[in-house]
T-cell receptor
Framework: DGGITQSPKYLFRKEGQNVTLSCEQNLNHDAMYWYRQDPGQGLRLIYYSQIVNDFQKGDIAEGYSVSREKKESFPLTVTSAQKNPTAFYLC?????????????FGQGTRLTVV | EDQVTQSPEALRLQEGESSSLNCSYTVSGLRGLFWYRQDPGKGPEFLFTLYSAGEEKEKERLKATLTKKESFLHITAPKPEDSATYLCAVQAISPKLSFGAGTTVTVRA
């Protein structure tokens, strides 16, 4: 089955630690995205990538970093510089086809600072 | 900057009681308007894409419509399994999606 796999489902981070969230897709999509979701707020874009080895900052990139070394993978690192990292993180992908612009989402990673 | 506002924030319905959700948007050069359904603790599930004013899409008890300034998601004769948060998003020239905060629908049997 084609889809987007995020891991882990739950992640706990200690103060001052960096943690990496995994996102893998087998849909052959060119574009991939990371969103953050907080209670009562819409999804906010952290980073996106339209092609391998290229990515752009979204609206709330501070304290986060990404890489896109393979088409299928777009990992997100939450660094110690992110002051309020507790949130639900969602990865998405889309085909970049102008006739089919819709994005499809993984099941999310819930990150908690302990 | 693209803006998306959804109303109401929450909607409680009796089973069979039809209603509509609103998504108002401000965007330069709309490429597409998207509706998603999200269950608690899960990722959003894609429902519809609308491209131009006057367009309509249907799926089971859901029907989405689009005007130049807003979109409506109509829920006809809802069932408890339609309970979820419904998200609206727009895409312009940039590939990023801008989301509204969502409408949480609760359908009581």
């Amino acid at each position: 089955d084609g889809g987007i796999t995020q891991s882990p489902k739950y992640l706990f981070r200690k103060e001052g630690q960096n943690v990496t969230l995994s996102c893998e897709q087998n849909l052959n999509h060119d574009a991939m995205y990371w969103y953050r979701q907080d209670p009562g707020q819409g999804l906010r874009l952290i980073y996106y990538s339209q092609i391998v080895n290229d990515f752009q900052k979204g609206d709330i990139a501070e304290g986060y970093s990404v890489s896109r070394e393979k088409k299928e993978s777009f990992p997100l690192t939450v660094t110690s510089a992110q002051k309020n990292p507790t949130a639900f993180y969602l990865c998405a992908s889309s085909p970049r086809d102008r006739g089919r612009p819709e994005a499809f989402f993984g099941q999310g990673t819930r990150l908690t600072v302990v | 900057e693209d803006q998306v506002t959804q109303s109401p924030e929450a909607l409680r319905l009796q089973e069979g009681e039809s209603s509509s959700l609103n998504c108002s948007y401000t965007v330069s050069g709309l490429r597409g308007l998207f509706w998603y359904r999200q269950d608690p603790g899960k990722g959003p599930e894609f429902l519809f894409t609308l491209y131009s004013a006057g367009e309509e899409k249907e799926k089971e008890r859901l029907k989405a419509t689009l005007t130049k300034k807003e979109s409506f998601l109509h829920i006809t004769a809802p069932k408890p399994e339609d309970s979820a948060t419904y998200l609206c998003a727009v895409q312009a020239i940039s590939p990023k999606l801008s989301f509204g905060a969502g409408t949480t629908v609760t359908v009581r049997a």
